[in-house]
């Protein structure tokens, strides 16, 4: 069962009401669209700005400790806006809340609290917690606020458009509910700046020497401003066991992955960039041909429309499409620790991890992380999100 089935199943009334109709007679949604450009990614966009809001009130925070969740934003855990519709064409973005903390079998629908009062303490938070960010990310990264808004238009834009009558008309309507369900049991993929880059097709396999298999897949094909040309792997997938890498980072952290030598397609190549956060990695190669390839627009920097067709190509899986059914509800933060993800239908397989999952206008949605166990309650394939990865390694021009 993926995750938008697992939403209309386990909360009351799930699909009723007039859902992300709501949303475009927002101010905030207007503006949105006159940067995005597309209704449906703009509706995503919107709802997740919304929820952001939603979670950072006190009221959200108080119905989370009486289930026994200290923090929402917990690494260990996940919150999925999840979309889904109804019989009559009508979207709903609804949160979904996966927490190790959570004990219970069966899960629980939250005490929503949508009132204009509980709305408004929300935003205010929100705001303090954006403002706070970009002014972390300016210090760290040395950088004017013009080059901070220009990464993180969603925000910025979100910060000036969102309004009182915008807050007053989603405590009238009251679109959303929220679900707190157990965190089920995931596994690696293992068997496990114009920002434009291309894939290579088929696919190339990532492997630990020479003389053995691939066990990943590779991402995208790009130039590193200081390493030249290269491709993306994930972390995990250069390694043959797991708890290798958990050893090189408990004893010697990220420097310790570098400089490593790996096996791309069967040409030789040097991890230079690495990222434990977003489990990604850039290779440099040296040989290489790209005689068989497909370009693409770069990473996409909105919220994936819902149920956005995608694709992949993974060494196990070979080449396939599915549906987008929802994403992480940090998926715009600018600073390094967050670890965004887009959840797909459970269709990945042993090997495919580090595999590039574009829609089909050509952007990069993300990149391969893990899936559930089988017959885990919800199943999902997760994706980590691709703006964060392409940041994450500071991949630049394109091939």
């Known amino acids: 069962m993926n995750i938008s089935e697992f939403m209309q199943q386990n909360l009351a009334g799930a699909n009723e009401g007039e859902g992300s109709a709501i949303l475009s007679h927002t101010q905030l949604f207007s503006a949105l669209y006159n940067l995005i450009g597309n209704e449906r990614a703009t509706e995503a966009t919107t709802a997740t700005v919304l929820w952001q809001i939603i979670a950072a009130s006190l009221p959200f925070t108080y119905e989370l400790w009486n289930l026994g969740i200290a923090d929402v934003g917990n690494l260990s855990g996940q919150n999925i806006v999840v979309s889904h519709g109804n019989d009559y064409g009508r979207t709903h973005y609804n949160l979904l809340i996966l927490s190790p903390q959570y004990r219970k079998e069966a899960p629980t629908e939250l005490s929503l609290d949508q009132s204009y009062r509980a709305l408004e303490d929300g935003y205010r938070r929100w705001r303090?917690?954006?403002?706070?960010?970009?002014?972390?990310?300016?210090k760290r990264e040395a950088v004017s606020l013009e080059a901070i808004t220009e990464r993180s238009q969603i925000l910025s834009t979100s910060l000036k458009a969102l309004s009182t009558q915008d807050l007053e008309q989603i405590a009238y309507s009251r679109p959303f509910k929220a679900l707190v369900a157990r965190m089920p049991v995931v596994v690696p993929s293992l068997t496990m700046n114009v920002?434009?880059?291309i894939i290579p097709s088929p696919a190339w396999g990532v492997a630990t020497t020479a003389y053995n298999s691939a066990i990943s897949t590779v991402g995208i094909a790009s130039y590193h401003d200081t390493y030249g040309f290269g491709v993306t792997a994930c972390l995990h997938g250069v390694f043959d066991q797991l708890n290798d890498l958990n050893t090189?980072?408990?004893t010697q952290g990220i420097q310790g992955v570098l400089g490593r030598i790996v096996w791309i397609n069967g040409q030789q190549g040097i991890?230079?960039?690495a990222d434990y956060i977003t489990d990604s990695c850039f290779i440099q190669l040296n040989n290489y041909s790209l005689a068989n390839s497909y370009s693409t627009q770069g990473p996409?920097?909105?919220a994936p429309p819902v149920a956005a067709r995608v694709e992949f190509t993974g060494i196990a899986s070979g080449t396939k499409n599915t549906y987008v059914k929802g994403h992480d509800m940090s998926i715009f933060s600018l600073l390094p620790g967050s670890q965004p993800k887009?959840?797909?239908?459970p269709i990945t397989s042993p090997g495919d991890s580090g595999a590039t999952?574009?829609?089909e206008n050509d952007y990069v949605v993300g990149f391969s992380f893990n899936r559930t166990g089988l017959g885990e309650y919800p199943e999902f394939s997760s994706w980590m999100w691709a703006h964060a990865v392409y940041n994450a390694l500071g991949l630049g021009t394109t091939v």
């Open 195 to 197: 920002l434009q880059s």
């Open 300 to 302: 996409m920097k909105y």
């Open 342 to 345: 887009v959840y797909t239908e």
């Open 248 to 250: 090189i980072m408990n």
């Open 357 to 359: 999952l574009i829609d």
């Open 128 to 138: 303090q917690q954006q403002l706070a960010e970009f002014s972390q990310f300016r």
């Open 271 to 273: 991890i230079r960039e």
